[in-house]
């Protein structure tokens, strides 16, 4: 336990960590990598690469250290990190090589004069709470997971039932347990772990399930990145009859259960987990559904289809295109073109802001979503969104 003493001193490293935490990380990723190459295939080599998941932890660090004598002050943080490890399959015995990183990245970076002994056995001390805070979590989740109807730990086979594409960026993956026997029905805006071997090195990347829970397949749908090593051999190499080691489902941007107006935002990609919230609450039938889409044009506009089929079957959905530029083939015709616009979620938005909110896209539209819904008036605690890739700040 930390001793008050211990506090003080992680509180009084917070202005270097506010000066020089991102170089920190990034030095503590290069030495864990190196020298335990047995981890790397829990870490996105281009989140690395474009200093994403650096910057993402270097933030959680000192938000940590910020809050270190009132840790309620975190609030969905924890959640927000064991629901990640969890659909990675983090494991306990991995908390000891982080730890030991980040404390040699700490006396290296920082220097003996200001990492001393007391300063480095605080953080010893802070790193193991944390992670037995973690560790726990991550406990109960996997033996809820593995104890529920059609839950499983650790890796279970899947294959490829069907590969449908559904833009000129996007496909989707039907996948159905090889064993035959039934399947975990996760909440929709969950994702999903994925476990693959590409040139003998294996990746794990986590996916948003783009279909409500039925208990007999899974459906993710990935947008080919370019230069992305799992989402280009999704595209390229793997075939209806294929095999993939999927985790179990796992992730908190889920549906909260009442009947305000829902209110989903996506732009790109990020329509795969609103598609399944969506799907979830018009059939329940018990609110009203705003859904807003932004999308580069009509050829990468997908589920182009499946928006119209239910423009026609709901009345209680009010659908919103937009696309940022006109094209030769558009599926939909959009309401609006050009780049997203306070006047359209003016517009669309249910004249009584006491709405729930969900939004999900790159990371600069989801800034410009987050600054319109607050001054539309939809209450900040009532605006969700989630990151595809490591979580940061929202400026």
């Known amino acids: 336990m930390l001793t008050p003493a211990q506090r003080d001193i992680i509180k009084a490293t917070v202005p270097l ?66 629901n990640k490890h969890v659909a990675l399959q983090i494991l306990p015995e991995h908390y000891p090589i982080v730890g030991s990183c980040l404390l040699q990245a700490i006396r290296e970076v ?5 990492a001393t002994d007391e300063v480095i056995a605080a953080w010893a001390q802070a790193y193991q709470q944390l992670a037995d805070i973690l560790i726990e979590g991550e406990r109960n989740a996997y033996d ?31 996948l159905v347990p090889s ?56 595209h390229d190499h793997v075939k209806e009859g294929s095999t993939l080691d999927l985790f179990p489902p796992s992730g908190n941007f889920t549906l909260h259960h009442h009947t ?15 598609l399944a919230m969506a799907a979830q609450a018009l059939e329940s039938g018990e609110r009203p559904v705003t859904f807003i889409h932004y999308a580069r044009n009509g050829q990468v506009h997908a589920f182009a289809e499946v928006l119209s ?15 940022a530029e006109r094209g030769e083939r558009e599926p939909y015709k959009p309401d609006a073109v050009g780049f997203p616009a306070v006047d359209h979620l003016k517009e669309w938005l249910p004249a009584n802001r006491d709405v ?13 979503i987050k600054r319109a819904l607050n001054d539309l008036g939809v209450p900040e605690g009532q605006a969700h969104y989630e990151f595809f890739g490591p979580a940061e700040a929202l400026a």
């Not at 990723?29 to 690469?49: G, K, S, W």
């Not at 309620?72 to 924890?78: F, I, R, S, V």
């Open 110 to 114: 920082l220097g003996a004069e200001v």
């Open 356 to 368: 729930d909110a969900y939004f999900l896209g790159p990371k600069p539209f989801m800034a410009f």
């Open 309 to 323: 089929d239910w423009q026609k079957r709901y009345q209680l959905l009010d659908a919103h295109v937009v696309y």
């Open 17 to 82: 960590l506010e000066v020089g935490g991102e170089a920190l990380i990034t030095h503590f990723y290069q030495l864990m990598l190196d020298t335990h190459p047995e981890v790397r295939p829990l870490f996105n080599q281009a989140h690395q690469a474009n200093g994403s998941q650096p910057r993402a932890l270097a933030n959680g660090v000192l938000m940590y250290a910020r809050n270190i004598d009132r840790l309620e002050n975190l609030g969905d943080l924890a959640s927000q990190i064991i």
């Open 179 to 234: 064993d035959h026997q039934p399947v975990i029905k996760h909440e929709a805006g969950q994702y999903i772990g994925v476990r693959l071997m590409i040139d003998g090195n294996e990746i794990r990347r986590n996916y948003s399930l783009s279909e409500q829970a039925n208990g007999v397949f899974y459906r993710i749908s990935v947008k080919r990145e370019k230069g992305g090593v799992a989402s280009n051999f999704l």
């Open 144 to 174: 809820a997971i593995a104890a529920a109807p059609g839950g499983w730990r650790g890796a279970r086979q899947f294959t490829v039932l069907r590969k449908v594409v559904e833009s000129a960026e996007i496909t989707s993956f039907y």
């Open 260 to 274: 305000k107006p829902l209110v989903l935002i996506s732009g790109g990609v990020g329509i795969t987990p609103t």
